[in-house]
């Protein structure tokens, strides 16, 4: 993860090509119009605005997060493709590896407004600053302009303006799976997918051990400066739920530079180290234990490193089995 990808923004406003004819809207969630000639439109959400969306037949996913969506819900006959940073670690150890080898490979660079509309996309699902970009200039409004719909992360809309939506990292998974769900008509895949990501998260709560939180510090990158997570990104979510406190968990932020003092003042008994294709763990790992700053730190004094794979940090399924990880971890920890 960089900076560069989570930088800048627009506000905008659109609504895409529908019959003109009247929605009911239930929240946040979709109804299927009525007296339409269509039964495959749908009224969803997306950041905070209602958006009329047709069922896609091509739609093309950013990140593996995007597509892991799409697949947990078995839509691969519905995905032309997927567009896979050099972050991603590779798609072959995915658990939705066949999926991925059935869609064709779009490119191994960010997102872009060409590759989509070469690609004959009928959706983009992408995050907001990792996918979707105003200085790249492939944005929803860009998107609806040219008539391809768009599927933000609501994750990822905590700091997208103009129509702004707040939940907790793991609500905004549950809450892009029920609303790709009901784009896709496929809500009872949704739903039980949904609940089942619930259980098992309160299956971990219960097992929290006793005793005050493990102070945690995620490692994503920096020399400088490390790069790190606050409170609206997944890692939170997982940390939290495991038992753990997030040091920097009190930054009303998604992922944000934070200077070494204040890492070392929260004395972290746990690193995070986020683990992705373009810079490994180890190379992480040793940069702390032998950057001075940090040579006092527990987490470093005791070797306490936990790798998160990227695709257990960014929103998507993934979460879920990066917080059983963890949270095994934390439970066989010894603390001092």
């Keep these: 993860m960089t900076t560069s990808v ?3 923004s627009s506000p905008w406003r659109s609504v895409l090509p529908v019959a003109a004819v009247s929605v009911l809207l239930a929240g946040c969630g979709a109804q299927v119009q009525e007296g339409s000639a269509s039964a495959d439109t749908v009224t969803v959400e997306r950041c905070g605005e209602e958006v009329e969306y047709t069922t896609p ?3 093309v996913a950013y990140e593996g997060g ?7 819900l078995g839509l691969a006959d519905q995905v032309h493709g997927y567009v896979m940073p050099p972050a991603n670690p590779p798609v072959e150890e995915s658990p939705w590896a066949e999926d991925y ?6 490119g191994d660079d960010l997102l872009d407004r060409e590759t989509v509309v070469d690609a004959e996309a009928d959706l983009v699902v992408a995050g907001w600053n990792s996918g979707f970009s105003d200085q790249r200039g492939i944005t929803p409004e860009i998107l609806d302009g040219i008539g391809i719909q768009s599927f933000m992360h609501a994750e990822s809309c905590f700091n997208y303006p103009g129509f702004p939506e707040r939940v907790t990292p793991f609500e905004g998974l549950y809450t892009d799976l029920d609303r790709l769900g009901r784009i896709f008509g496929v809500e009872e895949r949704a ?3 949904v609940e089942g990501y619930r259980e098992r998260v309160a299956a ?7 005793g005050d939180p493990v102070p945690v510090f995620l490692y994503d990158s920096g020399a400088d400066q490390p790069f790190t997570a606050g409170s609206q990104v997944p890692p939170n979510d997982i940390i939290s739920s495991a038992g753990g406190e997030n040091i920097f968990g009190d930054l009303d932020e998604r992922w944000t530079q934070v200077g070494w003092e204040a890492v070392v003042e929260a004395e972290p008994e746990v690193v995070i180290i986020l683990d992705y ?3 490994p763990a180890q190379e992480k790992i040793d940069f702390l234990t032998s950057f001075p700053a940090m040579s006092e730190v527990p987490a470093v004094v005791e070797e306490n490193f936990f790798v998160l794979d990227y695709n257990e940090g960014i929103s998507g399924p993934r979460n879920i089995d990066g917080l059983e990880s963890f949270a095994e971890y934390l439970r066989e920890l010894e603390r001092g």
Excluded at 204 to 210: A, K, L, S
């Design 6 to 8: 989570r930088e800048g």
């Design 57 to 59: 037949q091509r739609a």
């Design 66 to 72: 995007s597509a892991d969506k799409l697949f947990a």
């Design 101 to 106: 080898a059935s869609v064709e490979f779009l």
């Design 191 to 193: 739903t039980e997918l």
């Design 204 to 210: 971990v709560e219960e097992q929290v051990p006793e």
């Design 277 to 279: 294709g373009d810079q």
